[in-house]
């Protein structure tokens, strides 16, 4: 697995990723919806399975003396890898942001631990969503992008609608981090077990599909 997941990095990674990784650091503007953050580096995701496409990767990869779940694990593994590290690098310029120019986010949802946590979710429907398309037909990136998409979209804007309407979010969810911040941990903490939990059914579903498609 570790000779796959160095296939993909040398390989499968599309350059726009390393760039959309770097649009963490978007948490530094005031009043921005900062989840479009996440769609930036779901639309990084898009691009590397796009790319895929147009240079054969998936069959390149079944010459390879390997079985089909390997080469969906060694993809998925790749992708929530790429999403860890959107989040993880979110969390200094959240700490810069709080202890030198904090301001609350009149558009949307506070730079602070809840938005760590939404982040996990969103990439838990998009994960599950599109990667259970692509692998029914490899070949159409595009619909199970535009498929995921929707389902991701109607999400971050349930989040940042909700700051502006249920009490619970706007004096708990949306705030400062040391205003209820055990609370927000336990957000977290959910947030990362649903995010491991769907990518295993993920996982095991696109492994079922990949294996019927005739390649």
Same mark, same amino acid.
Request: net charge positive; charged share 15%.
């Given at each position: ?13 599309? #350059? ?12 530094? &503007? #005031? ?26 990767? &998936? ?5 390879? #003396? ?87 979209? &109607? ?11 249920? #009490? ?23 947030? &990362? ?23």
């Amino acid at each position: 697995m570790k000779n796959i997941l160095y296939k993909e990095l040398k390989l499968a990674v599309h #350059p726009s990723t390393y760039v959309f990784l770097l649009l963490s650091s978007m948490v530094m &503007i #005031p009043n921005y919806p900062y989840m479009v953050i996440f769609f930036y580096s779901i639309l990084g995701i898009f691009f590397i399975s796009l790319n895929g496409r147009e240079t054969k990767d &998936i069959y390149y990869s079944m010459l390879l #003396p390997i079985d089909r779940s390997d080469i969906v694990k060694a993809r998925i593994l790749f992708v929530c890898l790429i999403e860890i590290s959107q989040v993880l690098l979110l969390i200094p310029f959240i700490i810069i942001k709080n202890i030198f120019v904090y301001t609350p986010n009149l558009a949307g949802l506070d730079a602070n631990i809840s938005l760590l946590a939404m982040g996990f979710l969103i990439y838990s429907i998009y994960n599950y969503v599109f990667f259970t398309h692509y692998y029914k037909n490899v070949n159409k990136v595009g619909y199970s992008f535009c498929i995921a998409s929707i389902f991701s979209t &109607i999400l971050m804007i349930i989040i940042e609608s909700s700051t502006h309407i249920f #009490p619970f979010v706007i004096n708990y969810i949306d705030t400062p981090d040391n205003i209820f911040l055990f609370g927000k941990i336990m957000i977290l903490i959910v947030s &990362i077990f649903i995010f491991i939990i769907s990518n295993i059914f993920t996982y095991k579903k696109s492994v079922k599909l990949f294996s019927d498609v005739d390649i």
